[in-house]
């Protein structure tokens, strides 16, 4: 998290870091890992030429148990749960077939999901066997890559969450002498992907042809969609298990190593970095510097057949004299940016002395989860009671969970009182008695289910702080 800010060295901080070890499920399947990882974070030109023989049927069985039980199957229809009924002879049979060279991988199973923007975004599903040898690859990989990762890069990686990514964000604007802000997504980085220089990256640490040789075999089985199967030249699927070590991966070569190099040998003023998977946000002192990266970055991303989204990377003046600077030209207020379903606003502390950077839920995700509930509300709205009352208190819960940041209160007030409102509605229309439904009654239900709006995480310095205390002294 310190790196975030950029003002300390690269891998120093991640080589003290015990990140990948208590990754959620893993059980026991890490622990004969740790000699790879002591190797990895001794020597970081070494290659590793002998990982498989960390692959056997309990290391899969640890993988099995790791992956969600109640997950949409793959092409071959095989739940978590019928997988389990001869589980001792299935994960015998997929060892024996890994390491002969039987094992073949299946085509993912296509499916679409709606994105904020109103577009939709395709995610493969694997089958159950593909999906449990993957768990137990990227296990392996993510005991050498987490030695080898960038302080701030945040996605999918183990101990580290968008909360982190945030909270890192906020202190390198804040406590950084930030004056613009770079907002760059990567268009359709996960369909994109070379898989000659994705194969070539990973080859700078990982020898063992038989590893690579099942990374081939995931990158070219291929996606079926209403049982057409199409063949996949470039790209990695969304939702494959081993897709988010492997995206990692291939922007740590591609863009982190880089953006070091480039901010030690071109920038003159503060440079900070916030990568969550493919969307990361930048921040810089000066203007001209802002612009010579954007133009340089687009070169580089283009060089391994990337590019950003032209109209969601904006570079904009933001910081703590962003609004003085603007009022100055007779322009208006700052402009915004967001971020990890955060609207990131300059502005400042309630008795107006010091620049803070205000965050609230970004308005769009914030009407889709109502109409989300609202239509979740009624297909329940027959069922009993509790039954209600404990999903949408878990759907409050957990809205609240990630969203209830300081400065936020407003948003998550309104997202619970349209919930009451959807929920009574909802209530009225089980029947023509039901209409009769007063609002009094109703506030001893709401009293019983639906959690209050409250701030629920600290200030991001007190959290950073806490974890690396040197970082409120910056």
Same mark, same amino acid.
């Given at each position: 998290?310190?790196?975030?800010?950029?003002?300390?060295?690269?891998?120093?901080?991640?080589?003290?870091?015990?990140?990948?070890?208590?990754?959620?499920?893993?059980?026991?399947?890490?622990?004969?890992?740790?000699?790879?990882?002591? %190797?990895?974070?001794?020597?970081?030109?070494?290659?590793?030429?002998?990982?498989?023989?960390?692959?056997?049927?309990?290391?899969?069985?640890?993988?099995?148990?790791?992956? $969600?039980?109640?997950?949409?199957?793959?092409?071959?229809?095989?739940?978590?749960?019928?997988?389990?009924?001869?589980? &001792?002879?299935?994960?015998?049979?997929?060892?024996?077939?890994? #390491?002969?060279?039987?094992?073949?991988?299946?085509?993912?199973?296509? *499916?679409?999901?709606?994105?904020?923007?109103?577009?939709?975004?395709?995610?493969?599903?694997? +089958?159950?066997?593909?999906?449990?040898?993957?768990?137990?690859? =990227?296990?392996?990989?993510?005991?050498?890559?987490?030695?080898?990762?960038?302080?701030?890069?945040?996605?999918?990686?183990?101990?580290?969450?968008? #909360?982190?990514?945030?909270?890192?964000?906020?202190?390198?604007?804040?406590?950084?002498? !930030?004056?613009?802000?770079?907002?760059?997504? *990567?268009?359709?980085?996960?369909?994109?992907?070379?898989?000659?220089?994705?194969?070539?990256?990973?080859?700078?640490? *990982?020898?063992?042809?038989?590893?690579?040789?099942?990374?081939?075999?995931?990158?070219?089985?291929?996606?079926?969609?209403?049982?057409?199967?199409?063949?996949?030249?470039?790209? /990695?699927? @969304?939702?494959?298990?081993?897709?988010?070590?492997?995206?990692?991966?291939?922007?740590?070569?591609?863009?982190?190593?880089?953006?070091?190099?480039?901010?030690? &040998?071109?920038?003159?003023?503060?440079?900070?970095?916030?990568?969550?998977?493919?969307?990361?946000?930048?921040?810089?002192?000066?203007?001209?510097? =802002?612009?010579?990266?954007? @133009?340089?970055?687009?070169?580089?991303?283009?060089?391994?057949?990337?590019?950003?989204?032209?109209?969601? /990377?904006?570079?904009?003046?933001?910081?703590?004299?962003?609004?003085?600077?603007?009022?100055?030209?007779?322009?208006?207020?700052?402009?915004?940016?967001?971020?990890?379903?955060?609207?990131?606003?300059?502005? &400042?502390?309630?008795?107006?002395?010091?620049?803070? !950077?205000?965050?609230?839920?970004?308005?769009?995700?914030?009407?889709?989860?109502? &109409?989300?509930?609202?239509?979740?509300?009624?297909?329940?709205?027959?069922?009993?009671?509790?039954?209600?009352?404990?999903?949408?208190?878990?759907?409050?819960?957990?809205?609240?969970?990630?969203? %209830? !940041?300081?400065?936020?209160?407003?948003?998550?007030? %309104?997202?619970?009182?349209?919930?009451?409102? @959807?929920?009574?509605?909802?209530?009225?229309?089980?029947?023509? $008695?039901?209409?009769?439904?007063?609002?009094?009654?109703?506030?001893?239900? +709401?009293?019983?289910? +639906?959690?209050?709006?409250? +701030?629920?995480?600290?200030?991001?310095?007190?959290?950073?702080?806490? #974890?690396?205390?040197?970082?409120?002294?910056?």
């Amino acid at each position: 998290m310190a790196e975030a800010l950029e003002g300390r060295p690269v891998t120093e901080g991640n080589s003290e870091d015990s990140t990948a070890n208590c990754t959620q499920g893993q059980g026991e399947a890490l622990s004969g890992l740790n000699r790879i990882r002591e %190797a990895a974070r001794r020597d970081k030109s070494l290659r590793f030429n002998n990982l498989m023989h960390y692959i056997t049927p309990e290391f899969l069985k640890d993988a099995y148990k790791a992956l $969600k039980k109640n997950a949409v199957p793959g092409l071959d229809g095989v739940t978590w749960r019928q997988y389990g009924e001869e589980l &001792k002879e299935n994960l015998s049979s997929l060892n024996e077939r890994v #390491h002969s060279g039987k094992y073949r991988a299946t085509p993912s199973k296509r *499916i679409w999901i709606p994105k904020p923007d109103g577009r939709q975004r395709p995610i493969g599903i694997a +089958v159950l066997e593909d999906k449990i040898v993957q768990q137990a690859v =990227a296990w392996i990989l993510n005991q050498i890559y987490e030695e080898d990762f960038m302080g701030f890069s945040y996605g999918f990686r183990p101990e580290r969450s968008q #909360h982190n990514a945030l909270d890192a964000l906020w202190v390198g604007i804040t406590q950084r002498k !930030v004056n613009w802000i770079l907002d760059a997504d *990567i268009r359709n980085f996960f369909d994109t992907v070379n898989h000659e220089w994705l194969m070539k990256f990973v080859e700078h640490r *990982i020898t063992d042809p038989r590893i690579l040789r099942l990374i081939r075999k995931w990158l070219r089985a291929g996606v079926s969609e209403e049982g057409q199967r199409t063949k996949t030249t470039v790209g /990695t699927p @969304q939702g494959a298990v081993i897709s988010p070590i492997l995206a990692n991966i291939y922007l740590h070569y591609v863009l982190d190593l880089w953006v070091v190099q480039w901010r030690k &040998k071109q920038a003159e003023g503060e440079v900070i970095i916030v990568r969550f998977a493919d969307d990361f946000v930048m921040g810089f002192q000066y203007r001209k510097e =802002a612009e010579q990266f954007l @133009q340089a970055v687009r070169k580089r991303l283009a060089e391994f057949g990337l590019e950003l989204h032209q109209e969601k /990377t904006r570079l904009i003046e933001f910081g703590r004299f962003a609004e003085a600077n603007r009022a100055e030209r007779g322009e208006g207020k700052p402009e915004t940016f967001d971020f990890l379903g955060f609207t990131h606003i300059c502005a &400042k502390t309630r008795k107006g002395k010091r620049f803070i !950077v205000r965050r609230k839920t970004i308005a769009k995700r914030l009407r889709m989860k109502i &109409k989300e509930v609202k239509e979740g509300l009624m297909r329940r709205r027959h069922d009993p009671v509790p039954e209600q009352g404990k999903w949408v208190r878990s759907v409050v819960s957990g809205h609240f969970n990630y969203y %209830a !940041v300081p400065g936020n209160k407003q948003s998550i007030d %309104a997202f619970r009182t349209e919930t009451i409102r @959807q929920w009574i509605y909802a209530l009225r229309r089980r029947s023509h $008695k039901a209409r009769s439904l007063t609002w009094e009654r109703f506030k001893r239900i +709401v009293t019983t289910w +639906v959690p209050t709006a409250k +701030v629920r995480h600290p200030y991001p310095n007190e959290r950073l702080s806490r #974890h690396i205390p040197e970082v409120g002294a910056v």
